[in-house]
């Protein structure tokens, strides 16, 4: 990680560590970088977060002093940027979002023209223009200055392609959907209505402060209910800026991202979909979707955390199905970033093919008590590598044996460390995460 961009972007609390005089920055910096042979072209899209329009100028005001054209998408989704970039020739493509995190938060995120997450080689060259160790760029004058276009045209195109893709209609379906207050808000309900399905939705009415509050795919309890209550066939359940799924069955139970990988993984095998009946996990997927996997002769390997690093792995290697348990899945035949939406058609798909429920497919696998919590701290790495907290993870590890394991990382996003247990009881989980949890406060 660099020292402004993590693994998803620049982000930070607006106006307190990501502030207006950065964003214009990076938009300085990118309208030169990418003006250098040609006149740039730049899309961009924000979500639902009252700072995102504040960004959104600050960003506008660098690329087109830089002399790029900017187009606006206005409130979208990530992967919707992500395709408009590469379907449409652009330079660049920036989305203002902070994803899953409070309303307060805000990021940066930048996609290169191929619709991948720009280099951090680039990265490093913004990073560094903001701390002026970069000379000067040279601002635009007379009719080089760039413009504004709207470019909601754009938006609408990637709502097209979304519901092309489904093959069955989706008239037989009671379907619930939890737009968060964010991105989703604007396209997850025109896509389910025009594919027939009887569409209900929750939390689709953004303020600016409520998205991801209580709700969305971090806060999955009122979707669960809200199924229930409606006796709806599945329900969808989308973080701020849609490019995560979780899932919740016919009586309600959360399926999560692993269970996702497995449920659609089989189904592309038994289609021969797959190369190497592969699929592309992180170090948090649970033990049970392995063994499940293991069971039924699906592949699968694993990256560190971060869907960044599960598409360098399907890219390097051709593979088509990634994700992590957090609802991140890519589809790489389709998308170059985690789709929310997209993957809740794959999910309908399966279910439609297989005139099954979702509750029954998710039954296959059997999930291991796992129990995640976080510390927040000032220096991730001192704590992280303090002798007393290595002997504790260590003790822990000894104690689980092949019966569980641990997994202590830093955030890419946010000043925590994480602490992942897996073991046969969730008493266990609690006894293990809570020992070394302990042993980080000691030493902060």
Same mark, same amino acid.
């Given at each position: 990680m660099g020292k402004y961009f993590g693994t998803d972007g620049f982000r930070g609390e607006a106006n307190v560590t990501l502030t207006v005089e950065h964003a214009y920055k990076v938009g300085r910096f990118l309208g030169w970088y990418f003006g250098r042979q040609?006149?740039? $072209? @730049?899309?961009?899209? #924000?979500?639902?977060?009252?700072?995102?329009?504040?960004?959104?100028?600050?960003?506008?005001?660098? %690329?087109?002093?830089?002399?790029?054209?900017?187009? &606006? !998408? +206005?409130?979208? =989704?990530?992967?919707s940027v992500s395709y408009v970039v590469r379907t449409e020739g652009f330079d660049c493509g920036i989305m203002i979002s902070a994803s899953h995190n409070p309303f307060y938060d805000n990021g940066i995120k930048v996609i290169n023209g191929n619709g991948y997450k720009l280099e951090a080689s680039v990265e490093r060259q913004i990073e560094?223009?903001?701390?002026?160790?970069?000379?000067?760029?040279? !601002?635009?004058?007379?009719?080089?200055?760039?413009? =504004?276009?709207?470019?909601?045209?754009?938006?609408?195109?990637?709502?097209?392609?979304?519901?092309?893709?489904? =093959?069955?209609?989706? #008239?037989?379906?009671?379907?619930?959907?939890?737009?968060?207050?964010g991105s989703a808000s604007a396209i997850a309900k025109s896509v389910f209505d025009a594919l027939g399905a009887k569409t209900y939705v929750i939390h689709n009415e953004p303020d600016g402060t409520n998205i991801n509050q209580d709700c969305g795919s971090t806060h999955i309890e009122s979707l669960q209910a809200f199924v229930k209550e409606k006796d709806l066939d599945v329900g969808f359940a989308y973080d701020g800026d849609a490019d995560r799924c979780l899932?919740?069955?016919?009586?309600?139970?959360?399926?999560?991202?692993? &269970?996702?990988?497995?449920?659609?993984?089989?189904y592309m095998k038994e289609r021969g979909q797959l190369k190497d009946d592969m699929i592309v996990t992180t170090v948090m997927s649970n033990?049970?979707?392995?063994?499940?996997?293991?069971r039924v002769g699906l592949k699968y390997q694993k990256t560190k @955390?971060?869907?960044?690093? @599960?598409?360098?792995?399907?890219?390097?290697?051709?593979?088509? &199905?990634?994700?992590?348990?957090?609802? +991140?899945?890519?589809?790489?035949? +389709?998308?170059t970033t985690g789709d929310g939406i997209l993957t809740s058609l794959k999910i309908m798909e399966v279910l439609l093919e297989k005139k099954t429920t979702l509750g029954a497919l998710a039954s296959e696998?059997?999930?291991?008590? $796992? %129990? %995640?919590?976080?510390? $927040?701290? =000032?220096? #991730? $790495?001192?704590? !992280?590598? +303090?002798?007393v907290v290595q002997a504790s993870i260590r003790e822990v590890e000894q104690a689980l044996g092949s019966e569980g394991r641990i997994l202590v990382r830093e955030s890419g996003t946010e000043p925590l460390l994480r602490v992942m247990v897996e073991a046969t009881t969730q008493e266990l989980c609690e006894q293990y995460v809570g020992k070394v949890i302990d042993a980080m406060k000691s030493v902060m």
């Amino acid at each position: 990680m660099g020292k402004y961009f993590g693994t998803d972007g620049f982000r930070g609390e607006a106006n307190v560590t990501l502030t207006v005089e950065h964003a214009y920055k990076v938009g300085r910096f990118l309208g030169w970088y990418f003006g250098r042979q040609h006149k740039a $072209q @730049v899309v961009i899209g #924000k979500d639902t977060r009252r700072s995102s329009y504040m960004f959104e100028y600050s960003l506008v005001a660098g %690329l087109t002093a830089s002399g790029a054209d900017v187009y &606006l !998408l +206005h409130v979208t =989704t990530t992967p919707s940027v992500s395709y408009v970039v590469r379907t449409e020739g652009f330079d660049c493509g920036i989305m203002i979002s902070a994803s899953h995190n409070p309303f307060y938060d805000n990021g940066i995120k930048v996609i290169n023209g191929n619709g991948y997450k720009l280099e951090a080689s680039v990265e490093r060259q913004i990073e560094d223009y903001i701390d002026d160790v970069i000379g000067g760029i040279p !601002l635009a004058t007379r009719e080089n200055i760039g413009r =504004t276009i709207d470019f909601s045209a754009g938006r609408n195109r990637y709502i097209g392609y979304l519901i092309s893709l489904p =093959t069955r209609s989706f #008239k037989t379906m009671r379907v619930g959907l939890d737009c968060s207050n964010g991105s989703a808000s604007a396209i997850a309900k025109s896509v389910f209505d025009a594919l027939g399905a009887k569409t209900y939705v929750i939390h689709n009415e953004p303020d600016g402060t409520n998205i991801n509050q209580d709700c969305g795919s971090t806060h999955i309890e009122s979707l669960q209910a809200f199924v229930k209550e409606k006796d709806l066939d599945v329900g969808f359940a989308y973080d701020g800026d849609a490019d995560r799924c979780l899932a919740v069955d016919e009586r309600g139970r959360v399926v999560d991202g692993d &269970l996702i990988l497995y449920i659609c993984g089989t189904y592309m095998k038994e289609r021969g979909q797959l190369k190497d009946d592969m699929i592309v996990t992180t170090v948090m997927s649970n033990i049970g979707l392995y063994k499940a996997c293991d069971r039924v002769g699906l592949k699968y390997q694993k990256t560190k @955390v971060g869907d960044k690093y @599960v598409f360098e792995n399907m890219m390097e290697n051709g593979y088509r &199905l990634g994700g992590e348990q957090s609802g +991140h899945i890519i589809f790489s035949k +389709h998308a170059t970033t985690g789709d929310g939406i997209l993957t809740s058609l794959k999910i309908m798909e399966v279910l439609l093919e297989k005139k099954t429920t979702l509750g029954a497919l998710a039954s296959e696998v059997q999930i291991y008590p $796992q %129990l %995640l919590r976080n510390l $927040q701290v =000032t220096d #991730k $790495q001192a704590v !992280l590598t +303090h002798p007393v907290v290595q002997a504790s993870i260590r003790e822990v590890e000894q104690a689980l044996g092949s019966e569980g394991r641990i997994l202590v990382r830093e955030s890419g996003t946010e000043p925590l460390l994480r602490v992942m247990v897996e073991a046969t009881t969730q008493e266990l989980c609690e006894q293990y995460v809570g020992k070394v949890i302990d042993a980080m406060k000691s030493v902060m």
